[in-house]
């Protein structure tokens, strides 16, 4: 059955330094997402994506964070200088239809970022 | 704002004791109601998705429903591999706003 993956499953960083988190969505979809989960809060929208451009986004994706696809597989979520705060596990999802057809978001396995 | 809550927070059956689990929602603008199962440290797994108000989908012990401002899986017998943190979520445009689960232990 076809699955999300992540790497890598466990990143250690200092603060301030930039960190890149590896993506590869299910073939077939086209809309991209990724969420971040804070220990113990709940799991939190961050950012879509389709056709190379960021279609919505929260209040919590600001200028330190950026996306891209840079080939036809992967799909990456960058942190220019990481903050403490930052420390999360971040979840990519992909989807077949948009998000707005309320098509079904597939979950990766997350990638744990510890920011010291 | 939108707003998912989930009830109880945390939930201990004895195997075989059935019970339901609640997520009610904000109404408005409502694109469908979503219920994904979530293990320690692992994504979210999807499970149901239901789209208008009586709709009911099942899968093995799993019961979804949905009324207009409410949805409800149920468990039947559950057993202990069902135990794990259940999270409902809305749609709205391009996400999913996520309750903060209800965490099922089932003790045999």
């Known amino acids: 059955e076809p699955e999300v993956t992540q790497t890598p499953s466990h990143q250690v960083t200092q603060m301030g330094q930039e960190v890149i988190l590896r993506c590869v969505p299910i073939?077939?979809?086209?809309?991209f997402y990724w969420y971040r989960q804070i220990l113990g809060q709940k799991v939190e929208f961050l950012v879509s994506f389709y056709n190379n451009e960021i279609s919505e986004k929260s209040e919590i994706f600001d200028d330190q964070f950026s996306v891209e696809r840079p080939d036809g597989s992967n799909f990456t979520l960058k942190i220019r200088s990481t903050k403490l705060e930052d420390s999360a596990m971040y979840f990519c999802?992909?989807?077949?239809?948009?998000?707005?057809?309320?098509?079904?978001?597939?979950f990766g396995p997350g990638t744990r970022l510890t920011v010291l | 704002e939108d707003q998912v809550t989930q009830s109880p927070e945390a939930l201990r059956l004895q195997e075989g004791e059935s019970s339901s689990l609640n997520c009610s929602y904000t109404?408005?603008?409502?694109?469908?109601l979503f219920w994904y199962r979530q293990d320690p440290g692992k994504g979210p797994e999807f499970l149901f998705t239901l789209y208008s108000a009586g709709e009911e989908k099942e899968k093995e012990r799993l019961k979804a429903t949905l009324t207009k401002k409410e949805s409800f899986l149920h468990i039947t017998a559950p057993k202990p591999e069902d135990s794990a943190t259940y999270l409902c979520?809305?749609?709205?445009?391009?996400?999913?706003?996520f309750g903060t689960g209800t965490r099922l232990t089932i003790i045999p």
């Open positions: 999802a992909s989807s077949e239809r948009p998000g707005w057809e309320t098509d079904t978001q597939y």
């Open positions: 979520a809305r749609g709205i445009r391009e996400k999913l706003t």
């Open positions: 073939s077939n979809h086209l809309y």
């Open positions: 109404v408005s603008g409502l694109r469908g």
